[in-house]
């Protein structure tokens, strides 16, 4: 896996390559990417998804409580478009954020593998409903995209 110096490259590389303004370009990254990890966290009863922040300079370590019901699709359109405020000039990083003590686990696996009580939600260390991670896969999948995006004629 790369850096996160190497994905900024990538953005910059891709910005000249398309044509569109670096700012732009980050932003609608940020939006993507921040969606596509909320989408594939995996609910339980919803705190770890909605315990994802996005923003812009500094990093957002706020957890959402016990009892937060799951983010739904226009909450997190709209989390990610107030910290990407249209107008405002990228001239800090751009964070995506999760506070939650097991969100490593859910990320890189590291549930017991033979687990006292069975409850199905878990295989082979890992959560059965992303058995390979959220913010991992996300960055592949957009690195992948502006890839293609860039090979269009």
Known sequence: MGTIFEFEGDLDKFA???GIDFDTVVK???FDLFTR???????????ARASWNISIGEPVFTVAP??????????ISA??????????????????????PYIIVLEHGGYPINPKKKTGKTK?????????GMV??????VKLKMSVLTKVP
């Open 16 to 18: 000249k390559q398309v």
């Open 79 to 100: 989390k990610a478009s107030r910290a990407l405020a249209a107008g405002r000039k990228l001239t800090e990083p751009v964070w995506i954020t999760n506070n939650l």
């Open 66 to 75: 016990d009892n937060q019901p799951a983010i739904t699709e226009a909450d």
């Open 28 to 30: 609608k990254v940020a």
């Open 124 to 132: 082979g260390g890992f959560s059965v409903q992303a058995p390979h």
């Open 136 to 141: 991992a896969l996300s960055i592949e999948e």
């Open 37 to 47: 990890i909320v989408q594939k966290t995996p609910v339980d009863t919803g705190r």
